[in-house]
């Protein structure tokens, strides 16, 4: 258990970020049972700025997960709470991501940030946990879709052929998580349930929703969710992780993913 981020001040009430990481410091807090960087995990890159990357604290917030990695398309320390700005902003006009202007609803990103690696699971399965949050919720929605995903792919001929396969998915659909496709309604909809999209995995932060308005900056968020992928043990793989705002570079969104979620339990073998 890797746990680094105890430096990011989880004394203090609600969210805390630190930023500026190094590619290796960040998958190793990503990395749970059956990984360990050098190993079986290799080539650490880091994609966008440095600040727009980092470790967080949220035992004290409402966040739904006490510790891990974030990336976001501007300044991660602006994920901080209390909600005290209506639209925190920290994107310098950075690119894009060519895979991410792929998904369906995406007109085209900029301040593309998160990290890529390799990987050899010792079993059939990987997952991690993660939160999608933003500052386009709910005014923005139907407008600027910004969006992230978890990009798989295969590197050796395994039986699934990956080629950039999304593997951070809004629970049994195959759509992407943005903003667009995951949210309570829009401005326009006068934030209706009966028109949102599903809002069941959706967190209103805003003061005027009730939610922990103090412990996060971000309008809103997603519940814990899970990525995961079937995989063939002992294949290599490589994983894009990135988030990026769409159209614009205005108003932050970030992906939250949990230390130590990303597993692959050891497979037991019986010797003959």
């Known amino acids: 258990f890797q746990n680094n ?9 609600g969210l805390s970020v630190t930023p500026n990481k190094t590619a290796v410091e960040l998958v190793e807090e990503l990395l749970g049972d059956g ?3 050098g190993d079986n995990v290799t080539n650490a890159v880091l994609i966008g700025n440095a600040q727009s990357n980092g470790f967080f604290n949220g035992a004290s917030s409402n966040l739904g997960m006490d510790n891990g990695i974030i990336f976001t398309s501007g300044d991660a320390v ?15 006009g950075g690119p894009g991501d060519a895979d991410l202007n792929s998904i369906p609803g995406v007109l085209g990103t900029k301040d593309a940030s998160g990290i890529e690696f390799d990987f050899i699971p010792q079993s059939d399965t990987i997952k991690f946990k993660y939160v999608f949050g933003s500052e386009e919720y709910c005014q923005y929605v139907d407008q600027f879709n910004d969006v992230f995903a978890f990009f798989l792919t295969s590197n050796e001929a395994d039986g699934f052929n990956y080629d950039n ?4 998915k809004i629970p049994q659909t195959n759509l992407a998580v943005t903003i667009n496709n995951l949210n309570h309604g829009s401005i326009g909809d006068n934030i209706n349930p009966a028109v949102c999209d599903y809002c069941q995995y959706y967190v209103d932060n805003q003061p005027s929703g009730g939610g922990g308005a103090n412990t996060v900056q971000y309008d809103g968020f997603t519940t814990v969710l899970t ?5 063939t043990p ?12 769409d159209v614009d570079n205005a108003l932050d969104s970030g992906v939250f993913l949990k230390s130590n979620s990303l597993s692959a339990a050891s497979v037991s073998v019986e010797q003959q």
């Not at 981020?5 to 009430?13: F, H, P, T």
């Not at 396969?165 to 951070?168: F, M």
């Not at 002992?234 to 705002?245: D, L, R």
């Open 5 to 13: 981020n105890k430096e990011s001040g989880g004394l203090r009430a």
């Open 78 to 92: 602006l994920a901080e709470g209390p909600n005290n700005n209506g639209g925190a902003d920290g994107g310098a």
């Open 35 to 37: 990984f360990t960087y």
């Open 227 to 231: 990525a995961w992928a079937l995989v």
């Open 234 to 245: 002992c294949k290599e793989y490589h994983i894009k992780i990135v988030i990026a705002n």
């Open 165 to 168: 396969e999304n593997i951070a």
